[in-house]
């Protein structure tokens, strides 16, 4: 499998060469050529497997510049019961006679993005081994990402993680999973200042490339391709576990912010996968509702986006919505690279044409948008009727889903987080506290690992020079 930018300027890239890299160099992002196709034997024969298993037949669909014994070892040692808690890994569990939950957070941060991060810390230790380098990877983060990444890298060889988080604005669950990690290789730093001014600083320090040539400065935030391909994996692995046979359709329900998690479940669509439709659920930073509805596209500026009870959806552009524009428009470069390649306040202000709003529905999306007060009635209301509790974005999930339900047909809403993670809407909202695994029963009493640092480029260059292994 060969890869190419949704902007046209990169070509025949593979696998291992894209998997350290973010944009791609004409800042497009990264995309198979072509997507493998699935059949109704191979599908048949797919059902029978483990999680593991299923990982390992899609994502050798789109590596063939690994090894395929090292991969089917990478992955067998990602996706097992003590990591993610079941042998199903992604159990799917029933709300009523039209909708599932697929639980995406079983795993040690209780957030989906463990599925694509564990297997991206394995792969990032092998890969980097094979061709003796190092990575320093810095990031910023306002909860999940950041703590995927690090439970993910911990204690792995040739790696370094720097992250940013805004000082004292996590919860303080998230906190005390981040900061708790006592590993050399993990370094938190809490800047004096907003989640903005965190990624400003990520963006000034990448701009500089003599500093990120020197310092084999990476990323790892959600435009990677190898973190997309994880997550296709789940949506096989939840439409075998909600079907009988390969002649159902289901429809999946999906809680978004920057449309990596749905955009996975567009691939899996692609590939054959019986999927009816994708329902794409936002929160109040509706960018992508109002595009699925209008066709028109607004990024919004940073001091509009809103924060929010369900704040890993809050976000102002979504980062791998072009890979979808890139599909929808036939694959146009060019078109995508005018329509996404100059800088606010022209980037990524468009209106699609008729016909091109008109393909969207053999796409299968669909959306939908939950408020504050949705969200609130939605996780009451599932406690109430069915004793289950469910975290805000999942909550937005179910809201949605409800809106877009078709007689006969199942809908699978991913559950993005657990109820604990966000423990203070669920309390209000059920007057219970949410259930608390035993592994992290003192978690807010151990001590931390945290650095304070002044809201500045220079200083967390510094800090990275001083750190890092170089
Ligand atoms: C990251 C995240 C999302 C949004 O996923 P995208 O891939 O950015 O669309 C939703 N819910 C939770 C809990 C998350 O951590």
Same mark, same amino acid.
């Given at each position: 499998?060969?890869?190419?930018?949704?902007?046209?300027?990169?070509?025949?890239?593979?696998?291992?060469?894209?998997?350290?890299?973010?944009? $791609?160099?004409?800042?497009?992002?990264?995309?198979?050529?072509?997507?493998?196709?699935?059949?109704?034997?191979?599908?048949?024969?797919?059902?029978?497997?483990?999680?593991?298993?299923?990982?390992?037949?899609?994502?050798?669909?789109?590596?063939?510049?690994?090894?395929?014994?090292?991969?089917?070892?990478?992955? $067998?040692?990602?996706?097992?019961?003590?990591?993610?808690?079941?042998?199903?890994?992604?159990?799917?569990?029933?709300?009523?006679?039209?909708?599932?939950?697929?639980?995406?957070?079983?795993?040690?941060?209780?957030?989906?993005?463990?599925?694509?991060?564990?297997?991206? @810390?394995?792969?990032?230790?092998?890969?980097?081994?094979?061709?003796?380098?190092?990575?320093?990877?810095?990031?910023?983060?306002?909860?999940?990402?950041?703590?995927?990444?690090?439970?993910?890298?911990?204690?792995?060889?040739?790696?370094? #993680?720097?992250?940013?988080?805004?000082?004292?604005?996590?919860?303080?669950?998230?906190?005390?999973?981040?900061?708790?990690?006592?590993?050399?290789?993990?370094?938190?730093?809490? +800047?004096?200042?907003?989640?903005?001014?965190?990624?400003?600083? +990520?963006?000034?320090?990448?701009?500089?490339? @003599?500093?990120?040539?020197?310092?084999?400065?990476?990323? #790892?935030?959600?435009?990677?391709?190898?973190?997309?391909?994880?997550?296709? =994996?789940?949506?096989?692995?939840?439409?075998?576990?909600?079907?009988?046979?390969?002649?159902?359709? +289901?429809?999946?329900?999906?809680?978004?912010?920057?449309?990596?998690?749905?955009?996975?479940?567009?691939?899996?669509?692609?590939?054959?996968? !019986?999927?009816?439709?994708?329902?794409?659920?936002?929160?109040?930073?509706?960018?992508?509702?109002?595009?699925?509805?209008?066709?028109?596209?607004? +990024?919004?500026?940073?001091?509009?986006?809103?924060?929010?009870?369900?704040? %890993?959806?809050?976000?102002?552009?979504?980062?791998?919505?072009?890979?979808?524009?890139?599909?929808?428009?036939?694959?146009?470069?060019?078109?995508?690279?005018?329509?996404?390649?100059?800088?606010? *306040?022209?980037?990524?202000?468009?209106?699609?044409?008729?016909?091109?709003?008109?393909?969207?529905? %053999?796409?299968?999306? =669909?959306?939908?948008?939950?408020?504050?007060?949705?969200?609130?009635?939605?996780?009451?209301?599932?406690?109430?009727?069915?004793?289950?509790?469910?975290?805000?974005?999942?909550?937005?999930?179910?809201?949605?889903?409800?809106?877009?339900?078709? *007689?006969?047909?199942?809908?699978?809403?991913?559950?993005?987080?657990?109820?604990?993670?966000?423990?203070?809407?669920?309390?209000?909202?059920?007057?219970?506290?949410?259930?608390?695994? *035993?592994? #992290?029963?003192?978690?807010?009493?151990?001590?931390?690992?945290?650095?304070?640092?002044? !809201?500045?480029?220079?200083?967390?260059?510094?800090?990275?020079?001083?750190?890092?292994?170089?």
């Amino acid at each position: 499998m060969r890869y190419v930018s949704t902007r046209g300027g990169s070509v025949d890239r593979r696998f291992s060469e894209i998997l350290l890299e973010g944009l $791609a160099p004409d800042g497009g992002l990264y995309m198979p050529t072509a997507y493998p196709k699935i059949d109704d034997a191979t599908l048949r024969r797919w059902r029978g497997l483990s999680y593991a298993e299923l990982a390992f037949e899609i994502l050798s669909l789109y590596i063939d510049d690994i090894p395929a014994d090292a991969l089917r070892t990478i992955i $067998a040692n990602t996706y097992t019961p003590e990591i993610f808690g079941s042998t199903q890994i992604t159990p799917l569990r029933k709300l009523d006679d039209s909708i599932s939950l697929l639980n995406l957070s079983d795993g040690p941060t209780f957030a989906f993005k463990d599925m694509a991060m564990q297997l991206l @810390g394995n792969l990032f230790e092998v890969e980097l081994e094979r061709r003796g380098l190092q990575l320093n990877i810095l990031g910023a983060t306002s909860g999940d990402t950041g703590s995927a990444a690090e439970y993910a890298m911990r204690g792995k060889r040739n790696v370094q #993680v720097f992250m940013l988080s805004p000082h004292g604005r996590m919860s303080p669950f998230q906190q005390a999973q981040m900061f708790s990690l006592q590993d050399e290789n993990i370094h938190n730093l809490a +800047v004096e200042g907003s989640f903005d001014t965190c990624q400003d600083i +990520v963006k000034a320090v990448s701009a500089d490339l @003599g500093f990120k040539r020197q310092y084999s400065i990476g990323t #790892v935030n959600s435009i990677n391709w190898a973190r997309l391909l994880a997550q296709v =994996v789940y949506y096989f692995a939840g439409y075998f576990q909600a079907t009988t046979d390969n002649s159902e359709r +289901v429809s999946f329900c999906v809680p978004s912010g920057n449309f990596g998690n749905i955009c996975a479940g567009h691939v899996a669509r692609m590939m054959g996968l !019986p999927i009816e439709n994708l329902v794409l659920a936002t929160n109040e930073n509706d960018v992508l509702n109002e595009f699925f509805k209008t066709g028109r596209y607004r +990024v919004r500026t940073s001091r509009e986006a809103m924060i929010t009870s369900s704040p %890993s959806m809050d976000i102002s552009k979504a980062s791998n919505f072009e890979r979808f524009v890139f599909d929808l428009l036939g694959r146009d470069a060019q078109r995508v690279a005018q329509m996404f390649g100059t800088e606010l *306040p022209r980037y990524g202000q468009f209106t699609l044409e008729e016909h091109a709003f008109a393909q969207i529905a %053999s796409y299968g999306f =669909v959306s939908g948008k939950s408020t504050h007060a949705d969200r609130l009635q939605t996780i009451s209301d599932t406690w109430e009727r069915h004793r289950m509790m469910i975290d805000p974005h999942t909550a937005d999930g179910v809201k949605v889903a409800r809106e877009h339900l078709r *007689p006969g047909k199942r809908t699978i809403v991913l559950e993005t987080a657990l109820p604990l993670k966000f423990d203070e809407i669920v309390r209000q909202a059920t007057g219970q506290d949410a259930p608390r695994p *035993p592994s #992290v029963a003192d978690l807010e009493q151990r001590p931390r690992r945290c650095r304070v640092i002044e !809201p500045s480029a220079d200083k967390v260059m510094a800090y990275i020079a001083q750190h890092c292994n170089c």
